[in-house]
């Protein structure tokens, strides 16, 4: 016998998107952290992050995205429609 999917609901919604906003919390904390402050000019005015730090940014950001998105279907499933 086939398992059958079931089809998500409104509520089923809500661990999703608190995830999704935590993730974009810890995105904004990074970046407030590194861009808050404009670079000191004698820098050349340019932002430094060590590898470890971009890498982590990288992380986070494409980590926000990919929850969003995921959050972004399952609304648009249980309202029986399809993401675009």
């Known amino acids: 016998m086939a398992a ?3 089809k998500t609901t409104i509520a089923d ?3 999703l998107i608190c995830d999704a906003d935590n993730m974009v ?3 904004m904390d990074l ?3 590194h861009f808050a402050m404009r670079p000191d000019r004698a820098d050349g005015g340019n932002y430094v992050l060590t590898e470890a730090e971009g890498d982590r940014l990288f992380f986070v950001a494409s980590t926000a995205a990919a929850m969003s998105m ?6 648009y499933e ?3 429609g399809n993401a675009s």
């Open 4 to 6: 059958t999917k079931e």
């Open 70 to 75: 995921k959050a972004k279907k399952a609304y």
């Open 25 to 27: 919390d810890v995105l």
């Open 13 to 15: 919604l809500e661990p």
């Open 78 to 80: 249980a309202l029986g």
């Open 31 to 33: 970046l407030d952290r």
